[in-house]
């Protein structure tokens, strides 16, 4: 059961109903940060009394059973939508928000290079992967710790926040130390142990879909983070599988408005790994927007095709500049001919 409270509830009656429904002996997730607060009530379903008593406590705006198997992710949880925050980027709003970086932090020149071209450009936030995860294991591997090092010093120096691949429980204490947003890479969606370790550090997470999971998995997938206490999530469609070898994945875009309706929290869109093909990114990225995507990840480097990973699918500074400078373009059109 999921409790939806006013936005300018009393911080005193929202706490006293919490304390009750705890001494009443029911778990209860807070969710604050996104926007709307919510109660989170886990148990074995409630006695008609006690809802009939929990009904006249102020500062209640309604109680909701959301009938799909994730509950805190539902869209009749926070109907009017979730916000992430990061220093002063919002993922969520009116304006759709573009992450760019690398694939791979490779060297210090190539970060900072690609670091600073993003800035340029017009991007708010920095991506680069330092732990990779490889289909052969004796592909590169990322640099690890010296690569946190430098999308620090790239973060000092340009001032944009960063994300970064988080592959495993062990590592997430660590990688929390240096990133803003912590990636949970498609292959890793369903490791529920990572989402659990990632929910607690309360730091925004980027929780990609994977690429053989079904739309209600990510959800669910999400709900651990959220159960998790964490609701500072952006969901990130990133392909799928399918019979065609032409591109990498396939870019699914019906999850974009799909997932709009079932769930509050912001969905991006990486037609990078969804194309596999640097020629249709921009395409792909402008798809994406008027699918109703809150932003977009996308793998850019100063020499692509010197790349160490992912070369193929990256684009060059100059093509990002005009990624950006379109979306901004049609994200104005589409706030009034699309979601209308
Ligand atoms: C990446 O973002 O570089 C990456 C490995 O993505 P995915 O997990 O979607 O394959
Ligand atoms: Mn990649």
Known sequence: MILRLRPDIDPHHQQALLDDLQRWGFTVTTLTRGGQPVLAVNGQGMPADLVAEIVRYSGIEAIVTP???YRLAARASRPQGTIVRVGDVAIGGHEPVIIAGPCTVENREQ???????VREAGASVLRGGAFKPRTSPYSFQGLGQRGLELLWEARERTGLPIVTEVLDTEQVDLVAKYADILQIGSRNMMNFALLQKVAATGKPVLLKRGFAATIEEWLLAAEYLLAGGNDQVILCERGVRSFEPATRFMLDLNAVPLVRQLSHLPVIVDPSHGTGRRELVPPMSLAAIAAGAHGLLVEVHVEPDAALVDGR????PATL????RRVRALSELAQELVTA
């Open 321 to 324: 500049t005009s990624i950006v």
């Open 67 to 69: 009938s799909q198997p």
């Open 111 to 117: 970060l900072l290079r690609t670091a600073e071209a």
């Open 313 to 316: 699918q990256s684009i060059d």
